[in-house]
């Protein structure tokens, strides 16, 4: 995410989908992101569609809050920029800056629902969320992702998700990450399965932010899995 804003100068555009996005964990996370990317956000139309089927969850997530130990892992400069420390009945608990919240919209949405928004998304995260799907609405739903992306867009799906023989609308990207990229052309997949926790420790939780940058994560996991392969082939 982060190399795609950096590759792309004079960005006046961008939007990224997080759908499934749960309790806010996911979408906040890359609103964060965008914020440290996009030194001149205010002149870039940046936003983040975060969608989930529970009302609930999105109820929690809308409001930003989140217990303490959830960014225990963040750097510093990370808490102290992006966060407020709650007082009196919120003591133990941090808040988003309305900053990372203006990023956001929240929405209640069923995948296989008629989908209001029109796109065309830059990035769309589904993580952990079509696994359990059979093939058929598996096909269905990626082909409305294809219909959502502009070629050369970036899909983001979960480490154990394996999307081969599903559509010939993406082609893989990282085998660790399991991130796929929107083509015409056949898909060609390499390995069915990365052996480590892919984007889970990516986008999972509030607490990864405070680590390097997408872009930098998938080097440096392509270039261990790169290592792997030489070794076993020696």
């Known amino acids: 995410l982060t190399e795609l804003v950096r590759s792309t100068p004079g960005l006046q555009r961008l939007r990224v989908w997080s759908a499934g996005c749960a309790t806010g ?18 002149d870039c139309d940046a936003r983040v569609l975060a969608t989930d089927i529970d009302s609930n969850a999105l109820s929690i997530a809308s409001q930003g809050v989140y217990h303490e130990d959830r960014v225990t892992d963040l750097d510093y400069s990370t808490r102290r920029r992006w966060f407020r420390r709650g007082r009196g009945q919120f003591r133990g608990r941090v808040r988003v800056t309305g900053q990372v919240q203006s990023l956001v919209r929240f929405k209640e949405l069923n995948l296989f629902h008629p989908w209001p928004m029109q796109g065309p998304f830059d990035v769309i995260f589904c993580r952990n969320v079509v696994i359990y799907f059979g093939k058929e609405a598996k ?78 994560k998938m080097k440096c996991r392509e270039a261990a899995a790169g290592r792997q392969d030489k070794a076993s082939v020696a």
């Open 25 to 42: 964990e996911e979408p906040y996370s890359i609103a964060i992101t965008l914020l440290n990317a996009i030194s001149d956000i205010n």
């Open 139 to 216: 096909v269905a739903l990626l082909r409305r992702f294809a219909d959502m992306l502009q070629p050369g867009s970036y899909l983001i799906v979960g480490h154990s998700e394996n999307l081969a023989n599903i559509s010939d609308q993406f082609a893989h990207l990282s085998v660790a990450f399991r991130v796929i990229l929107k083509t015409h052309r056949v898909a060609r997949w390499r390995g069915a399965d990365d052996g480590g926790a892919g984007m889970n420790q990516c986008f999972d939780l509030l607490p990864c932010v405070g680590c390097d940058c997408l872009a930098r």
